[in-house]
């Protein structure tokens, strides 16, 4: 891992400690988020990520619905080979680009309407580690207008630990990660998450991944979430 990588490290280090140092705290809820995200390839290094995610609480039943278009580009390995054999020719590159809008809205009645529109730009490193892990660090920035509320933006940074292993002829991918969110409506790092997870593929235009995320936020209710997600991913 490279020095300006450390800090950075370390700060949503203690950042998810603190998290789970208050997990046993009231006001959490149980959550499902279904997402099924769709990529096609242009080219060797470029393609266009539609995404469509939900996320429903199971007590309240509300549900609130996250639509994007975005453009990935990636990095030819120059001086190495790609960095692991997979399907999906991006998580093979050392380095990454995207850039989209996102459009956020509540989908039923209950509890406060909720509106976004958000510009999302990232930067996705990736790192081979020994015993054939793979490292990914992942800086998001946000361009944020929501209803009601003025302008802000916010900054979110997530580093993934995972590895491929085959079973028969499939290669399956578990991992674990976290992330923290810096918010400039409070001036502060006010958010964490951590996930284990596994991806699986289900054919060659198919992968499905399950996960547990736990996501703690000290500005905002609920302070707690406890997510269940399905991921369908669609590639073309």
């Known amino acids: 891992m490279s020095a300006t990588a450390i800090p950075k490290a370390v700060i949503w280090t203690l950042l998810l400690a603190s998290g789970a140092a208050t997990g046993a705290a009231q006001n959490t809820e149980s959550e499902f988020w279904p997402e099924l995200d769709a990529y096609v390839n242009l080219n060797s290094t470029t393609r266009l990520f539609f995404l469509a995610s939900f996320n429903g609480d199971k007590e309240t039943?509300?549900?609130?619905?996250?639509?994007?278009?975005?453009?990935?580009?990636?990095?030819?390995?120059?001086?190495?080979?790609?960095?692991r054999t997979r399907g999906d020719v991006f998580s093979r590159r050392f380095l990454s680009f995207r850039g989209g809008f996102r459009y956020i809205s509540s989908l039923t009645d209950v509890g406060q309407p909720y509106l976004e529109h958000r510009w999302v730009t990232e930067l996705t490193s990736r790192y081979p580690l020994p015993g054939k892990l793979v490292l990914s660090d992942r800086s998001r920035g946000e361009l944020r207008f929501i209803s009601g509320q003025p302008f802000s933006t916010r900054y979110r940074n997530r580093m993934q630990l995972e590895s491929d292993f085959s079973l028969g002829p499939l290669i399956l991918t578990p991992y674990v990660n976290g992330?923290?969110?810096?918010?400039?409506?409070?001036?502060?790092?006010?958010?964490?998450?951590?996930?284990?997870?596994?991806?699986?593929?289900?054919?060659?235009?198919?992968?499905?991944?399950?996960?547990?995320?736990?996501q703690n936020n000290t500005k905002s209710s609920p302070r707690h979430v406890n997510a269940f997600g399905l991921t369908v991913s669609l590639y073309f």
């Open 179 to 214: 992330e923290v969110f810096y918010d400039t409506r409070y001036d502060a790092w006010n958010q964490n998450r951590y996930a284990v997870g596994v991806q699986a593929p289900a054919g060659a235009h198919l992968v499905l991944e399950t996960y547990y995320r736990r």
């Open 61 to 83: 039943r509300s549900w609130e619905g996250t639509f994007g278009v975005h453009l990935d580009f990636a990095l030819k390995p120059v001086f190495r080979r790609d960095l």
